[in-house]
């Protein structure tokens, strides 16, 4: 059955390593989120894409942080250099939105995610 | 600011029992809200998107309500399971778009027990 697919599952990593996360949304959607989850925050939106191009990264500290879409296929959310409050679970998720905003009233479907340690 | 404030922070109940979580929310102008339910370990699935013009939705047990006047929402789960054990995210979208369009709230954790 279709699902978005992520890698790696878990990253250990020490402080200012690079981190590249992977991400594989549905076949045939055209929108990718990224977020991200803390036990303190909760979770936050980081970034999005629209048929491949970013419409908004104004979550994601930019300094740091930078999201690719390659190609249909693959989402890249990349980390350089890590820092210990990295530390937490990146989850993608991939839609379909055939008008209107992203944000509007469109199912998300969420890929399992991959829990970032940085040491 | 946009805030999304979710009641209680945890709730332990027996199988087969009913609850209501609640959701109140401060984000204008109001987009729609979303109702999840995130198992441990698992990335988060949808149960219900509700816009401006819905008050009632239902998904299997689940039943979403939202009183757009009062800027409140609540989750009914009906004749509870244990695979109904998962935290429940509130989430509100505003009109605008953007990251910052979208407000989180800090979930529900549900505990069914036997």
């Known amino acids: 059955d279709a699902r978005v697919t992520q890698t790696p599952r878990h990253k250990v990593t020490e402080m200012g390593q690079e981190v590249t996360m992977r991400c594989q949304p549905i076949l045939g959607h055209n929108t990718v989120f990224w977020y991200r989850q803390t036990m303190m925050q909760g979770l936050e939106l980081l970034a999005y894409?629209?048929?491949?191009?970013?419409?908004?990264d104004s979550g994601m500290p930019k300094d740091r942080f930078s999201a690719e879409m390659p190609d249909a296929t693959l989402a890249t959310l990349k980390i350089q250099p890590s820092e210990p409050r990295d530390s937490a679970v990146y989850f993608c998720?991939?839609?379909?939105?055939?008008?209107?905003?992203?944000?509007?009233?469109?199912?998300?479907?969420f890929g399992p995610g991959t829990r970032l340690t940085v040491l | 600011k946009n805030q999304v404030e979710q009641s209680p922070q945890s709730l332990i109940i027996l199988e087969g029992k009913n609850c209501t979580l609640q959701?109140?929310?401060?984000?204008?102008?109001?987009?729609?809200l979303r109702w999840y339910k995130q198992d441990t370990g698992r990335g988060p699935v949808s149960l219900t998107i509700m816009t401006f013009s819905e008050n009632t939705k239902s998904n299997g047990r689940y039943t979403a309500t939202l009183d757009a006047d009062t800027k409140q929402s609540s989750l009914h789960i009906t004749a509870s399971q244990l695979s109904d054990s998962a935290s429940y995210i509130c989430v509100v979208s505003a009109r605008r778009g953007g990251a910052d369009g979208l407000t989180f709230g800090k979930g529900t954790h549900l505990i069914i027990q036997p």
């Open positions: 959701c109140n929310y401060t984000v204008s102008p109001f987009s729609n």
């Open positions: 998720a991939s839609g379909l939105v055939q008008g209107g905003s992203p944000m509007g009233g469109h199912e998300q479907f």
């Open positions: 894409f629209r048929n491949r191009a970013p419409l908004d």
